[in-house]
């Protein structure tokens, strides 16, 4: 794709991003009740991701489920306003993902890219998208696959994102439906 076409593409997806992000609005929201309108326990959240952090740290993989699963309490406990919860669940995502835990793998992702979204960080939640795109590939859930990527590409072309952002994106999202093509659906 030339330069100009490519530039004109992006200037005309300046719009359809903003009914993407509206589109992706009302996910972002049921989260928000996920936690239940809990008051956040930021003490408890903290002390268990720093012990999550040691079992990491100690590089023993029979820990990192344990692991996982404080990173997962970890962002419960702090709420989907607090953007630190992102990071927990997109790091509970990968540790699941290497576990052999898909299902929840796949759910950790996509809740850390609505809340990066919620938060401002198209571009992560983007990648985050992706990653769960992934993962719903090895799945075979190919409705999951097709969501989770039409999502970061919508927000691959937010006038927010750099070119070069956009083109990390896009050619992640080419990779997911090249895999998707290319395995039959694993």
């Given at each position: 794709?030339s330069?100009?076409?490519?530039?004109?593409?992006r200037?005309c997806a300046g719009g359809?991003?903003?009914?993407a992000?509206?589109?992706?609005?009302?996910?972002t929201?049921?989260?928000?009740?996920?936690?239940?309108?809990a008051?956040?326990?930021l003490a408890?959240?903290?002390?268990?991701?720093?012990?999550?952090?040691v079992?990491?740290?100690?590089?023993?993989?029979?820990?990192w489920?344990?692991a996982a699963?404080?990173?997962e309490?970890a962002?419960?406990l702090?709420g989907p306003?607090?953007?630190a919860?992102v990071?927990?669940?997109?790091?509970?995502g990968?540790?699941?993902?290497?576990?052999?835990s898909l299902s929840?793998a796949?759910?950790?992702?996509e809740?850390?890219a609505?809340g990066?979204?919620?938060?401002?960080?198209?571009l992560e939640?983007?990648?985050?998208f992706l990653?769960a795109?992934f993962?719903?590939q090895e799945?075979?859930?190919?409705?999951?696959?097709a969501k989770l990527v039409?999502n970061?590409?919508?927000l691959a072309?937010?006038p927010h994102l750099?070119?070069?952002?956009c083109?990390?994106?896009?050619t992640?999202?080419?990779h997911v439906t090249?895999s998707?093509?290319?395995?039959?659906?694993?």
């Open positions: 794709m330069t100009h076409t490519h530039s004109r593409a200037a359809i991003s903003l009914v992000l509206v589109a992706l609005l009302p996910a929201a049921a989260a928000q009740s996920a936690n239940g309108g008051v956040p326990d408890r959240a903290d002390a268990m991701h720093k012990e999550a952090d079992l990491i740290l100690n590089q023993n993989t029979n820990d489920k344990k699963r404080l990173f309490a962002a419960k702090r306003d607090d953007p919860s990071q927990e669940r997109a790091t509970a990968e540790l699941l993902h290497y576990m052999g929840r796949q759910d950790n992702l809740t850390a609505e990066a979204l919620r938060h401002g960080r198209v939640s983007a990648k985050l990653s795109a993962i719903a799945r075979g859930h190919q409705a999951d696959v039409r970061a590409e919508m072309r937010s750099s070119q070069d952002e083109d990390c994106i896009l992640r999202f080419f090249a998707a093509k290319g395995t039959g659906g694993r």
